[in-house]
Nanobody, 125 residues
Framework: QVQLVESGGGLVQAGGSLTLSCEAS????????MAWFRQELGKEREFVAA????????RYADSVKGRFTISKDNALNTLWLQMKRLKPEDTAVYYC??????????????????WGQGTQVTVSS
């Protein structure tokens, strides 16, 4: 069974930085598109960033473009999300997700069928 475990969340002041990690097991990591989504309390889960199975193509939500960087290491079965210049509106539970996909990197929740439990990120103003 595919297992995705996020870590690295926490409390940070606005303007600060944080790096999230997602370790995958029971998965041929190099064959999967990986993504980060986030969900604020009472709101729908939204796309943040995704990276293709090779690690050469990325996709970002407009709200994080230029501030967040997604990367992966297929040898380590690990996905990262480096977050800089954090804003209070970035506060959410961040989820790691995996999908077998070809073509354009997907950015919709239903396109991903493997999910982690999430890690809380809180940005104070």
């Amino acid at each position: 069974q595919v297992q995705l475990v996020e870590s690295g969340g926490g409390l940070v002041q606005a303007g600060g930085s944080l790096t999230l990690s997602c370790e995958a097991s029971a998965i041929t990591f190099r064959s999967y598109v990986m993504a980060w989504f986030r969900q604020e309390l009472g709101k729908e889960r939204e796309f943040v960033a995704a990276i293709d199975w090779i690690g050469s193509s990325t996709r970002y939500a407009d709200s994080v473009k230029g501030r967040f960087t997604i990367s992966k290491d297929n040898a380590l079965n690990t996905l990262w999300l480096q977050m800089k210049r954090l804003k209070p509106e970035d506060t959410a539970v961040y989820y790691c997700a995996a999908a077998r996909a070809w073509g354009p990197v997907p950015n919709r929740t239903f396109e991903y069928d493997n999910w982690g439990q999430g890690t809380q990120v809180t940005v104070s103003s």
